[in-house]
């Protein structure tokens, strides 16, 4: 029988790259956003090139629409083997212009929503002997630039989130990693200028299969003393001094 993987925000950038690599690595996936359109588009030409696809339209904010991607997803495939935890939003304001409400939706988007599908994928994969999930946080959650306190605090609350349910399921032999991508550009390649990439020590800037190989890395069962670490995946921006002299 296929693995299965559930790949949330997968209709579109980084996330449509890891579906597609799951499902050239043999796995039946399940493509979770709240973008139809090309979340059925991709659906459809994983198909058409023969592999296992299906479409479920979640938004990872709503609990219960993570129970029911969970449940469509045992129903149709019957296991679950790797979810990669994918779905995010990005909104820089100013502290003093960030709502309540403003401050919940990035928060129950990119941390909550992470957490409720783990731990409702987690008995399911148990049942097949366990599983690996992926966070994807952000370099964001390691250091900042002005006006981002709900997207920091929420990519940083993936990092604890990731060793906390990396041990919680230990025992259940489902593994809990973290990758902290830095400028992934899901956009067109070709329009960036030169010093986008002479600026990175790597000399370019990564694109979202840069993050999908190590999707396939991370949740691969040889990979299996590799636990509740946090990966990061930024041409090693994060590693260079910037002060001016
Ligand atoms: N691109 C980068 O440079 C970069 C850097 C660091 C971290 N990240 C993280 O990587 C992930 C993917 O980023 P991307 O650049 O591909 O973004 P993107 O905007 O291109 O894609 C995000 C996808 O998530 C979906 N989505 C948004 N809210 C959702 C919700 N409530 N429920 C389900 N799906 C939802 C969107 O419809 C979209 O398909 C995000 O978590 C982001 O924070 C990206």
């Not at 399940?30 to 696809?53: P, S, T, W």
């Not at 370099?139 to 990731?162: F, P």
Request: charged residues 20%; negative net charge.
């Amino acid at each position: 029988m296929k693995k299965t993987a559930i790949v949330t925000g997968a209709a579109n950038g980084i996330g449509r790259a890891v579906a597609t690599a799951c499902a050239a690595n043999g796995f039946s996936v399940v493509i979770a956003d709240i973008d139809a359109e090309n979340g059925q588009h991709l659906q459809d030409r994983l198909l058409n090139e023969g592999f296992d696809a299906m479409f479920v339209k979640c938004d990872v904010s709503d609990p219960e629409a993570i129970t029911g991607l969970v449940k469509t997803a045992a129903d149709r495939y019957g296991r679950i083997d790797v979810v990669i935890n994918n779905a995010g939003i990005s909104e820089f304001t100013p502290p003093d212009e960030l709502t309540v409400a403003g401050w919940d939706r990035i928060l129950n988007t990119n941390l909550r929503g992470a957490f409720l599908l783990t731990r409702e994928a987690a008995p399911v994969m148990k049942k097949n002997g366990g599983g690996a999930v992926v966070n994807i946080a952000s370099t964001r959650a390691l250091m900042s630039e002005k006006n981002s306190e709900a997207y920091a605090a929420s990519k940083g609350g993936l990092l604890a989130l990731t060793h906390a349910l990396a041990l919680s399921y230990a025992d259940d032999h489902i593994r809990v990693n973290c990758i902290s991508p830095g400028w992934i550009h899901t956009g067109d390649y070709s329009k960036l200028r030169e010093i986008d990439h002479t600026q990175h020590p790597s000399g370019r800037v990564g694109k979202p299969e840069d993050i999908a190989r190590a999707c396939l890395f991370l949740t691969h069962p040889d990979n299996g003393f590799i636990n509740g670490e946090n990966l990061v995946i930024d041409g090693g921006m994060t590693r260079k001094m910037i002060y001016q002299y």
